[in-house]
């Protein structure tokens, strides 16, 4: 990887790409380090706890939410609007047929950028009443507070759709995915705290705990262990041959050739984790806003220190709803009529499978397959940090997902690099 980007380094159209996107990550974490006036974000230091879905939000935001910060929001409004849109475009046969049309996508990505906006918006008002409520707000009655509230929803808000048009800008004229960098920048930002958790363990040993000079160590190797096999699994793909019958298409034979349909292991890539990690936080996060005492209610305390994240009720529940999701997201992804509907209109067959139905069929019964081992691999990154954590008390539970997301996005980033030096043949590049 090193080497693509030194090699990219050296054609100035890639090497302006390169600043450009550099420019636009700086601008970035400047906007996560722009304080939203009238707020105090030292009161709401508890409520950042870890195992709430505001943890998993404060990740994604690069610490902006838990310091209330212009860009406080990060991209999760932009990415709960494409989820939405996504999933709407299989439910409205309108949308459907706007996917498949010329400037489609274009539509699309404008109704996203509205839903996003609106998203934001309804977020903003809701973490303003969280501010409020938590006693972090200069102002709260009269006319200061009509302005301190219109001016802290609108901030948070004008700061998402910013960072929107940052990926947005990213996509044209940098280089990869520019939501999936910003959300790269705002994981490697939070790893500062890493150093907290080796000085920590560093100290324990000091006070005579040797058990956590061996500890350090094996930490090191896992996680290592860990990248390496989040890089094999990712680049892991099932291809199925399709071979094309000869056509003579005027004086021209056509066709005759033989292709691939490639299926990835790791097809839905961290969005099970994401919205599992939402779902089984959502108790926990209710939990810290209300104040529920053993005493008072017996019941609602157990059922909602039960969600904790070291309990083995939220490892199960976490572990299955991974394996729905995966299944859902891949679901909505692929279609295998519609694929071997696609196969028999371009004369194309699956060696030894008939067209139409055993084509579907079979390329079902093969996503079953595949789908069932991704889905194994991200409840594996992500609940075994959970239950290694619990055993050794090192607080590691969003590890692995921050792992999955970082190594993807620098993979991604990596083979975009690839192919626009393949595309200029420059040779020795990939030699």
């Not at 039960?306 to 490892?315: P, R």
């Not at 997902?401 to 690839?418: H, K, M």
Request: hydrophobic share 50%.
């Amino acid at each position: 990887m090193l080497k693509t980007f030194r090699n990219a380094w050296q054609i100035p159209e890639l090497r302006k790409r390169l600043l450009f996107t550099l420019l636009i990550l700086v601008i970035y974490r400047l906007g996560c380090a722009v304080p939203v006036p009238f707020i105090a974000a030292s009161a709401l230091e508890n409520m950042f706890s870890t195992g709430s879905m505001l943890t998993y939000l404060n990740m994604m935001s690069g610490g902006a939410l838990s310091e209330c910060t212009l860009f406080a929001l990060g991209v999760i409004p932009y990415i709960n609007s494409s989820i939405i849109i996504q999933l709407l475009c299989v439910a409205i046969p309108y949308l459907e047929n706007l996917a498949k049309e010329p400037d489609g996508q274009q539509k699309l990505q404008q109704i996203t950028r509205y839903a996003g906006a609106a998203i934001a918006v309804v977020m903003s008002i809701g973490y303003y009443f969280v501010l409020r409520s938590e006693g972090g707000l200069s102002y709260t009655s009269g006319a200061a507070g009509w302005f301190t509230a219109i001016v802290i929803i609108l901030a948070f808000t004008a700061g998402a759709q910013l960072i929107t048009w940052c990926g947005e800008q990213i996509d044209d004229k940098g280089i990869g995915n520019g939501i999936s960098l910003l959300i790269f920048v705002s994981i490697v930002s939070r790893w500062s705290s890493l150093y907290t958790t080796v000085k920590g363990l560093l100290t324990k040993a000091a006070a005579g705990e040797s058990k956590y000079y061996i500890l350090l160590p094996l930490l090191v190797v896992l996680a290592l262990v860990v990248v390496v096999f989040i890089i094999v699994l990712t680049n892991a793909e099932r291809r199925i041959t399709v071979q094309y019958a000869k056509r003579v298409v005027g004086r021209k034979m056509m066709g005759g050739q033989n292709s691939y349909i490639p299926l990835k292991i790791n097809m839905s890539g961290v969005m099970p984790i994401i919205f599992a990690s939402a779902m089984v936080s959502i108790p926990g996060t209710i939990g810290s806003f209300i104040n529920v005492t053993r005493e008072a209610h017996p019941f609602w305390y157990a059922f909602l220190h039960a969600f904790d994240y070291t309990s083995v009720v939220y490892i199960v529940l976490y572990l299955l709803l991974i394996l729905a999701f995966n299944y859902f997201y891949v679901a909505i992804q692929y279609n295998p009529i519609e694929i071997a509907n696609n196969l028999r209109q371009n004369n194309g067959t699956i060696p030894g499978i008939r067209p139409g139905k055993p084509t579907s069929d079979f390329i079902t019964k093969t996503l079953s397959k595949i789908t069932l081992i991704g889905a194994i691999f991200l409840a594996a990154v992500a609940v075994l940090p959970i239950i290694l954590g619990n055993l050794t008390g090192v607080s590691i539970q969003l590890g692995g997902t921050s792992l999955l997301i970082v190594v993807g996005v620098a993979l991604d980033s990596s083979r975009s690099l690839e192919s626009f030096m393949t595309m200029r043949n420059h040779k020795g590049f990939l030699g």
